[in-house]
């Protein structure tokens, strides 16, 4: 009898020791986050610079605003992304023309959520709408282990099908490589890069001008104080 009730007592503390997918991935999540700095200086941040392709973008993280410069269209885009209200300049010259202004306010937005999210993935990892879960481990390309989490959406962003890898390494707790596919159902994805090359800035790590094919954000400066005047002139 005392080893039957050992071993249901055993039996009963595993049970509820036991972790779902989604809660092992929610825990990784928040090491991540934590080894970059802390949700609480993440969200100090006031202002962030970074250039992704040609473009350049400044992001007020605390109001919204965003300002992308393209040069090779001669485009300059002051868009608040929460309203989608601005401004646009076309050659030195404001769009006054309201169906040609949305489009472009539009397509500035559209142009922050994908160039900031090749800078911020790990802090989005367990935003409103994310659906995130424990898949396996795998080995990294410098041999460490790293956990792998799948992403996936629901009604958030402009390509909620979109599904991701993400690998964090269980000795650094950081994301060291991700993986992007292009619909929930692909079973190989777009693309497998590098997520290295952490750099302090200000109070929280950021990975950018990473390795030789990886891609991604270059020339990243991170600010508390900052030329308001970026987000309202030209």
């Not at 595993?14 to 999540?29: D, G, R, S, V």
């Not at 409103?128 to 481990?137: D, F, H, R, W």
């Not at 956990?147 to 996936?152: G, I, N, R, S």
Request: a positive charge; glycine letters at 6%; proline letters at 3%.
């Amino acid at each position: 009898m005392k080893t039957l009730l050992f071993f249901t007592l055993c039996f009963t503390i595993n049970i509820t020791q036991a972790q779902t997918p989604t809660e092992k991935a929610n825990k990784i999540a928040l090491k991540v986050m934590e080894q970059m700095g802390g949700v609480e200086n993440w969200n100090n941040v006031h202002y962030i610079k970074w250039d992704f392709g040609k473009r350049t973008l400044h992001w007020d993280k605390w109001t919204g605003n965003v300002r992308v410069e393209n040069p090779g269209q001669n485009l300059v885009v002051l868009v608040n992304i929460n309203t989608l209200k601005g401004k646009a300049f076309k050659n030195g010259e404001v769009i006054t023309d309201l169906n040609e202004l949305n489009k472009l306010l539009t397509q500035g937005r559209k142009w922050w959520i994908n160039d900031s999210y090749w800078l911020t993935m790990p802090w989005k990892l367990l935003d409103p709408g994310v659906s995130l879960t424990y898949l396996k481990t795998e080995k990294l390309p410098n041999k460490n282990t790293a956990d792998v989490l799948q992403m996936t959406f629901e009604n958030v962003g402009v390509t909620p099908e979109n599904k991701y890898w993400v690998y964090v390494d269980q000795q650094e707790n950081l994301v060291k490589q991700w993986a992007f596919f292009k619909s929930f159902n692909d079973e190989k994805p777009r693309f497998t890069k590098a997520w290295d090359n952490y750099q302090t800035t200000g109070n929280i790590l950021l990975s950018f001008d990473r390795s030789q094919g990886a891609g991604g954000p270059k020339n990243v400066i991170v600010k508390q104080q900052f030329n308001s005047n970026l987000f309202t002139d030209l």
